[in-house]
């Protein structure tokens, strides 16, 4: 498992032809890559893939050797880093050769080999493994010229899986791929975000697929993953030696199985465990309770820290282990949990999933494309589920409750807004099983704010503003505390935050409450004064009746060329403005701005705007339903946030009572 969870797979190639006479002379296959006509591409492409070559060997131990070829055309400076290859090693992945050149538009041919390459570790701090990178510069990566590489890689994978990805940012003039597999052995090839391509014959046990003319994906903001919308192919393989089918994936219920290998015994208690458990549920009057005096522990007390040498990116660490050392990564975390929720008489399931929603469809093939772990928690019969949201009803299992234990801002009941409408595999003893995770409701996911204020006849502001969180703002909110430790540190945050909807505002006192109880709602509250709020015209006064936060999105503004992608939203979401704004002394309302009232399926916005003749009141509320808007309901999303964006800068018009 990758990204410090679950360590993504690495794919190895053939032999590599003999050396050239000099490093510096580059092969005849970049050679013909470079001297090929292309077309005309846009005037944002950074690079042009010439040539992706990848040939895998499946020995019958079941030992992987895969081979690349790969040249770019560098088009802009922006492109300069495909003139960087990477290549991962570690204990069970080895780096046979890597070689590297550059063909200047004028000049010399230059040409790098293995030891030009620097070397650093792949994860951050928070993570130790045995997987490292090596990078290898090509020379002169310049615009108007091409570099290239050739690398060979030799691998012993827990997983008998390789996934051809022939589509990326870049378009991509020729790409191909061949499967060399031993005699007897059998391999499923399925295709994602393309249609099918038969295969070429080069021999018995020899496949071959080509691809030419491939678009970039453009990347466009609040889209669904990159991956998920890349064309690219998963090749399961198989032999028929029970001990290599092992490690095949003709199922998720054999995926579960797999993983069930892997876990086995490592959700084991201790003396320890047993001790922490009957201590922190002592209190505890219901199973419910139990829950959340373990989980919260759990958030507070095990720090994220991944160690994942070999296998290790796969298989958790002991839950005795992890609860000594007190750190661990996701599946560590998930694995301690599940054993101390055992000791308070409750089970619960593993939850591989991926951290970006929309990698993984109930119609994909069963392929390892997962980089986290989460748990679903069984709850009892008598256990209500009043408060807790992210459940899911299960034909033979019952009501399980989602939880991600890595996440110390998300408290039980609640999912991280990623994995909400995400697709998991749920691992039983019986196998893993793809099911999808509930996207919560809008009110779940509540800011309600509520904002009271006094106008002056100089056009000054003055006020409090307190808001109240639950859900994903309230992560949100904490989240940010949390970055801002020191008590001047929040100052600034609240200002800068400030500073978006009312510049040149003076922040006069902040307060923040339950920063760290996540069972309670988020409260934050904050004075401020703003001068020159109201702009001032002869005897009238304009006064933008919305004072915080900006709801209208510009996502779509940009006209220059179509929308290709979804817009993903993040979460649903329920949020409220409530202002009151003393009138000044001897002014009246002229004119007020019309009501609004907007409703699409995907998010519905309200607004009104009243005057008692003392107080100007305006209320709002923002409801996002769904998380994914398609293509063809995108027109009504600009025109969803023209209407936000037109009333939130809409002003009243106050006069002097004694103007005529």
């Not at 500073?499 to 760290?516: C, I, Q, S």
């Not at 915080?548 to 409220?576: F, H």
């Amino acid at each position: 498992m990758a990204a410090g969870c679950l360590l993504a797979a690495f794919a190895a190639g053939r032999a590599v032809p003999p050396a050239r006479a000099s490093a510096n002379d580059a092969p005849d296959w970049l050679r013909a890559a470079a001297a090929a006509p292309l077309p005309q591409y846009s005037d944002d492409t950074k690079a042009v893939v010439l040539l992706n070559d990848e040939s895998v060997t499946v020995e019958p131990d079941g030992e992987v050797v895969e081979h690349h070829r790969v040249a770019y055309k560098i088009l802009r400076s922006s492109g300069r880093d495909r003139g960087a290859l990477e290549v991962a090693e570690s204990g069970q992945i080895k780096i046979s050769s890597m070689k590297g050149w550059g063909i200047p538009a004028t000049g010399k041919e230059m040409g790098v080999t293995e030891k030009d390459a620097v070397e650093h570790g792949l994860f951050d701090n928070e993570t130790y493994s045995d997987l490292r990178v090596k990078i290898l510069n090509a020379p002169a990566p310049d615009p108007g010229n091409v570099v290239g590489f050739e690398y060979e890689i030799r691998e012993r994978p827990d997983l008998l899986q390789e996934t051809w990805d022939f589509q990326g940012e870049d378009p991509v003039r020729e790409a191909s791929f061949t499967l060399n597999i031993p005699p007897g052995w059998e391999y499923d090839m399925h295709w994602l975000n393309h249609a099918e391509i038969p295969a070429q014959q080069g021999g018995p046990n020899q496949s071959h697929w080509e691809v030419r003319e491939v678009p970039g994906v453009d990347v466009e903001d609040d889209a669904p993953p990159e991956e998920a919308l890349e064309a690219h192919a998963v090749l399961n393989f198989a032999s028929a030696d029970p001990a290599v089918r092992q490690k095949t994936l003709d199922s998720w219920k054999e995926f579960g199985l797999w993983d069930n290998r892997l876990t086995a015994g490592r959700r084991d208690d201790s003396a320890e465990i047993e001790a922490k458990v009957k201590e922190l549920t002592a209190s505890a009057a219901t199973p419910l309770d139990k829950m959340r005096a373990i989980t919260e522990w759990m958030q507070k007390e095990i720090r994220y820290y991944a160690v994942e040498i070999g296998v290790g990116g796969y298989q958790p660490h002991p839950a005795s282990e992890v609860f000594a050392h007190g750190f661990g990564d996701c599946k560590d975390k998930a694995t301690l949990l599940s054993s101390m929720l055992k000791d308070a008489g409750i089970d619960s399931y593993y939850v591989i999933i991926q951290h970006e929603r929309g990698m993984l469809r109930p119609d994909d093939p069963p392929w390892n494309a997962f980089d986290h772990m989460i748990l679903a928690i069984r709850l009892p019969a008598d256990v209500s589920t009043s408060g807790l949201y992210a459940t899911y009803q299960h034909p033979t299992l019952g009501t399980l409750l989602f939880f991600d234990p890595t996440d110390d801002l998300v408290p039980l009941g609640y999912l991280p807004d990623s994995l909400q409408a995400n697709y998991g595999l749920l691992v039983t003893e019986e196998g893993g099983e793809l099911v999808e995770l509930p996207l919560l409701p809008p009110p779940t996911n509540r800011l309600l704010r509520t904002e009271k204020f006094a106008l002056n006849p100089a056009g000054e502001l003055d006020g409090n503003v307190q808001e109240i969180r639950w859900g994903q703002p309230a992560a949100l909110g904490r989240e940010q505390i949390r970055e801002a430790t020191a008590k001047d540190s929040r100052a600034d945050m609240l200002e800068s935050f400030l500073a978006r909807f009312v510049p040149g505002a003076d922040l006069t006192d902040a307060k923040a409450e339950n920063v760290d109880d996540l069972s309670s709602n988020l409260v934050l509250s904050y004075d401020f004064v703003a001068r020159n709020y109201a702009q001032s015209s002869g005897d009238l006064l304009l006064v933008r009746p919305r004072v915080m936060g900006e709801w209208n999105n510009p996502i779509l503004e940009d006209a220059s060329k179509p929308r290709q992608y979804p817009v993903d939203l993040g979460a649903t979401q329920l949020l409220s403005d409530v202002v009151e704004i003393a009138l000044p002394p001897g002014y009246a309302v002229a004119d007020l701005p019309e009501p609004v009232q907007a409703d699409y399926p995907f998010a519905s916005y309200t607004s009104k705007v009243e005057c008692d003749g003392k107080v100007l009141r305006y209320t709002r509320t923002l409801q996002i339903k769904s998380v994914l808007v398609p293509t063809e309901q995108l027109a009504d999303l600009k025109k969803f946030y023209e209407e936000v964006g037109q009333d939130e800068n809409a002003s009243a018009v106050l006069k002097r009572a004694d103007a005529n």
